[in-house]
Every structure is written in structure tokens, then in C-alpha cells.
Nanobody, 115 residues
Framework: QVGLVESGGGLAQSGGSLRPSCAAS????????MGWYRQDPGNKRELVAF???????NYVDSVKDRFTISRDNTKNTVYLQMNSLKPEDTAVYYC?????????WGQGTQVTVSS
């Protein structure tokens, strides 16, 4: 049972790129909007981008024009292409479905951006 498994984070320099991915169980992924969240120490987890089941994407202002969320419905996987990274993007990134009841959270993937 997959649940939610995030991968693909890492260390990048300011201005660089990373592309985390999230593999989800079909019961979590199918027919649901999927989102990428992030949390850094001392702060609440925040939603930064989501994509509807039909592929429509939405972003918070802080990542708009830099991040691109996408999904592959054949692989039950959601991606986050992160460009023009900034030190303030440093956080653990998680994915989950949107809605009243989230799935159990995965372990997340650490993204660290050096200045």
C-alpha cells in the first residue's frame, strides 16, 4: 500500500531548480484535487499549489510564475517543478489530496535552497 510517498527534493542554489514528485495510492489520487504543501520549522504547513482532477492548476502568490504543478493520472503521481528557487523556499514539502479529510501524511521531501 503506497499511501503518499514524496521524493525528489534536495539541495539547490538560489536561482536553481528541483522537481519533487509524489506517488499516491489510487484511492487518494483518483478524482481528487492534489496539492503540494510545505512546512519549515516553527511554521504551520501551508498549501502552495494544487491541481484539480481535470488538470487546472492554482498557486499561492509567493510561488506563482516560478513553480508548476502537474499530475500524471496514469501513474497516480503529482509533480512540482520548482524554478528560480529562493532561500525562503526551504522547507519540507508534502503532497496530499484536497478536501475535508486529508489522507495520512507521507514523510515529505526536504528542499534546501542556499543563497
Amino acid at each position: 500500500q503506497v499511501g503518499l510517498v514524496e521524493s525528489g527534493g534536495g539541495l539547490a542554489q538560489s536561482g536553481g531548480s528541483l522537481r519533487p514528485s509524489c506517488a499516491a495510492s489510487g484511492s487518494i489520487f483518483s478524482g481528487n484535487a492534489m496539492g503540494w504543501y510545505r512546512q519549515d520549522p516553527g511554521n504551520k504547513r501551508e498549501l502552495v499549489a494544487f491541481v484539480t482532477s481535470g488538470g487546472e492548476a492554482n498557486y499561492v502568490d509567493s510561488v506563482k510564475d516560478r513553480f508548476t504543478i502537474s499530475r500524471d493520472n496514469t501513474k497516480n503521481t503529482v509533480y512540482l517543478q520548482m524554478n528560480s528557487l529562493k532561500p525562503e523556499d526551504t522547507a519540507v514539502y508534502y503532497c496530499n489530496k484536497l478536501g475535508l479529510r486529508s489522507a495520512a501524511w507521507g514523510q515529505g521531501t526536504q528542499v534546501t535552497v542556499s543563497s
